[in-house]
């Protein structure tokens, strides 16, 4: 069977849930609906700073890993775990600690091209399975002003990177290569091939009864 045909006795009702989302994040909890996942949050606090010497990749998957895990015992759904890091000259960026520091980042992508990967990993009868996809974001010349006045917005304090794509920063975004919604928070092919590998239906309740 292809690994994103499912049968139509695995699709439930929307309401129910059929995940557990191990993130607060509310932009991966839209984007799991956008293909009719219905989750449950459960939020999974783990250590975030990178081992020495750690690559990037390695990094954010072993994040979304230790999510997952973290909220395995707490459920009896699978779970999904996810981590996104902004990386530019091979140095992870995290979220801004005050306005100085994100604007200091912004001034580093300031006309240049950065890297956006994001680790999904899901728990299920299958163990965990976990990818990585990274997406290269061109940013324009941002000016000055224009960071001062995205900071007052309050968009970019809670941000990887000090920005949002699905947001207002969109205007600073020149060119994209590779998955749009991964820069979101969510590779949506990728975690639905995770999903489906796993036994979770996408599209619940999307169906008309004939």
């Not at 020149?174 to 036994?199: D, K, M, N, W, Y």
Request: with cysteine; hydrophobic share 40%.
């Amino acid at each position: 069977m292809p690994p994103f045909q499912q049968p139509p006795s695995v699709i439930t009702p929307v309401g129910n849930p059929v995940l557990c989302l191990a993130s607060a994040s509310p932009r991966r909890r839209d984007l799991l609906a956008s293909i009719g996942v219905e989750v449950s949050v459960l939020p999974s606090d783990v250590d975030e700073t990178p081992l020495a010497d750690e690559p990037a990749d390695v990094y954010v998957e072993r994040l979304a890993i230790a999510k997952a895990k973290l909220a395995v015992s707490k459920t009896t759904l699978p779970v999904l775990g996810s981590d996104t890091a902004v990386v530019i000259d091979g140095a992870i960026m995290g979220k801004p600690r005050d306005e100085q520091n994100a604007a200091a980042m912004l001034a580093q992508l300031s006309g240049r091209t950065h890297q956006v990967l994001t680790a999904v990993a899901v728990t299920g009868p299958q163990g965990v399975l976990s990818c990585c996809v990274t997406t290269h974001v061109k940013m324009r010349v941002i000016q000055q002003t224009e960071i001062a006045r995205y900071w007052q917005t309050g968009e970019p304090a809670d941000k990887a990177g000090g920005y949002a794509i699905q947001g207002l920063a969109a205007v600073f975004v020149e060119e994209i290569h590779g998955s749009h919604s991964a820069v979101v928070g969510l590779p949506l092919f990728e975690t639905t091939r995770l999903l489906c590998q796993q036994g979770v239906p996408i599209w619940a309740g999307r169906f008309r009864s004939s």
